[in-house]
């Protein structure tokens, strides 16, 4: 038996909705996160400053910083192994140095079509509030302390990548590699901690986006020099942090 024809537009309708409801292909395809260790800021006696890949890829190293002036400043260093607690170190190792500087460069491996910028706003505050910085990225000088007043302005320091804030500072210095990360060169990607709940987001060189499911308030994102894992910092009680890392399939 001759089957009937479609009309023309429910044709197109069946098309459109076949379409949509196709989930769009991810940019990455990871696996879920695990937990390598939880790191009790108290004990650790600072707030984590940064975190760097070693080159196996075996551990972590993390910087934490305690004070908010040059003369308070204290940096302490340490390890980070899978199910093992922070192991504290004397100095940086050479490797974290160079990962740090390629991680959190402001552009893509010397890319101008990939730098980042900066957009900064103020505005007067309506309310008192006291905020320190809170985080610092050098061991030699710390970014001013930055307080909000009645009356007085409020700066809100926006890093921007195609059209994307991949970093926001509220009454805080900016802090280079804190809220994104390269990838290797090989990837042409980046890293970030999105806006508004601090996702952890991935974006390539077209602006193209990719939100992971489940973390949330994510810190210091780091993707590891071959490609295949992703390691970052996020909440996990009171005075607590997981680091958790995801690997590539």
């Not at 760097?52 to 305690?66: F, H, K, P, T």
């Not at 610092?136 to 320091?157: D, F, I, M, W, Y």
């Not at 949330?216 to 993707?223: G, K, V």
Request: aromatic share 8%; net charge neutral.
């Amino acid at each position: 038996m001759r089957m009937k024809a479609l009309p023309c537009g429910l044709v197109v309708a069946a098309a459109c909705a076949i379409v949509a409801s196709a989930a769009p292909t991810p940019l990455v395809r990871f696996s879920e996160a695990s937990t390598w260790t939880t790191i009790d800021v108290d004990k650790v006696k600072g707030r984590p400053a940064q975190l760097a890949w070693s080159d196996d890829e075996a551990e972590l190293y993390l910087q934490v910083v305690q004070g908010v002036t040059v003369e308070s400043l204290k940096v302490r260093h340490y390890l980070l192994k899978t199910n093992a607690e922070p192991a504290p170190i004397d100095r940086q190792p050479i490797w974290a140095q160079a990962y740090w500087k390629w991680k959190s460069a402001k552009s893509f491996f010397g890319d101008p079509l990939l730098t980042i910028a900066v957009d900064t706003t103020r505005a007067v505050v309506d309310e008192p509030r006291d905020r320190n910085t809170a985080y610092l990225n050098s061991e030699r000088r710390a970014p001013s302390t930055l307080q909000s007043k009645a009356g007085a302005v409020r700066t809100v320091n926006r890093l921007l990548l195609r059209g994307h804030v991949i970093g926001e500072f509220v009454d805080e210095e900016i802090f280079p590699g804190y809220t994104f990360s390269w990838s290797p060169e090989s990837l042409g990607m980046i890293v970030f901690r999105s806006p508004g709940g601090g996702r952890l987001t991935i974006m390539n060189a077209e602006g193209e986006t990719q939100t992971i499911e489940g973390g949330r308030d994510i810190s210091l994102p780091a993707w590891s020099e071959s490609g295949n894992a992703i390691a970052y910092l996020e909440p996990a009680g009171r005075k607590k942090l997981a680091l958790k890392v995801i690997t590539a399939l």
